[in-house]
């Protein structure tokens, strides 16, 4: 019987991330949570709107640079494994993933 709580749509990696890994990960999710607590109050303190927009920008390369790293692994892992397991579909959606990260 299926599980209510999961959406058809969950998929669920068929290997554990990496401790470090997953440590890093949460570090940079934290680092971008403040950045954009910190664009809000900016915003709340009506600064001025180049500084924002700075702010902004390293918040988008934050969040870039965490989705890359996700990718990274997701092909080292992931998609290996399923290459390996001869469904080579995988390429194609690591290759849709990539365009979505743009």
Known sequence: MENKDESCCVRHRTSDRD?????????????IQGQLSGIEKMLQQNLYC????????????ALSALGYQVLKTHMETCMVEDVKEGKNEAVDEAWSLMKKLK
């Open 19 to 31: 401790p470090e890994e997953l440590k890093d990960l949460a570090c940079r999710i934290h680092r």
């Open 50 to 61: 180049g500084d924002v927009l700075n702010q902004i920008a390293a918040a988008e390369n």
